[in-house]
């Protein structure tokens, strides 16, 4: 900013922040404007009245939103300000890949566990009488790596579940 003299200003705090509840009201604006999204229908969503959501957009009172409301707003509408604040400081925003179905998790456990049990198994078996021959050890080296590859395709679903949230199972 610069005064009438053309010397450089700067904003006080208070300047600052209300420049940016302006801009906050801008998006949100722009967020729900871009989501086609009803007023009265994310009012009701969220537990307020369609005045008290129209508060948020306007840039003559701008009110900051609660988190818990950014929370609670549709998808589409929460896209749009969290691809705006990505982007304020660089990032993009890229939507992740669907979740495991409950089947593959499934199906993960399932061999996970079928493999370890054909190591384990392998190796008794080698064991038995008391040597190890070398054809035994190459069955032993097998299993084991199909166990082992089972095993991080399982503990991969958990670092999605880390990633992504939790991915129901049937019970």
Do not use: N
Not at 38 to 59: C, F, I, M, N
Not at 121 to 128: D, F, H, I, P, R
């Amino acid at each position: 900013m610069s005064d009438s003299s053309g010397r450089v200003r700067m904003r006080s705090p208070e300047e600052d922040r209300a420049a940016r509840k302006r801009e906050a009201s801008r998006l949100f604006a722009r967020a729900m404007h871009e989501a086609d999204a009803s007023t009265e229908v994310v009012a009701a969503q969220l537990g307020v009245k369609a005045r008290h959501l129209r508060r948020y957009w306007d840039p003559d009172r701008p009110e900051m939103v609660p988190l818990a409301d950014v929370l609670g707003l549709p998808p589409a509408v929460r896209r749009v300000i969290l691809e705006a604040l990505a982007d304020i400081d660089g990032f993009t925003l890229v939507e992740a890949p669907p979740s495991s179905e409950v089947i593959g998790t499934l199906a993960r456990i399932a061999d996970m566990a079928r493999e370890t049990g054909e190591a384990l198994v392998t190796s008794a078996s080698a064991v038995s009488d008391g040597y190890v021959d070398a054809r035994e050890a190459r069955d032993i080296i097998k299993e084991c790596r199909d166990a082992r590859a089972a095993i991080a395709a399982v503990e991969e679903t958990a670092h999605q579940v880390v990633r992504e949230g939790v991915i129901g199972v049937a019970q």
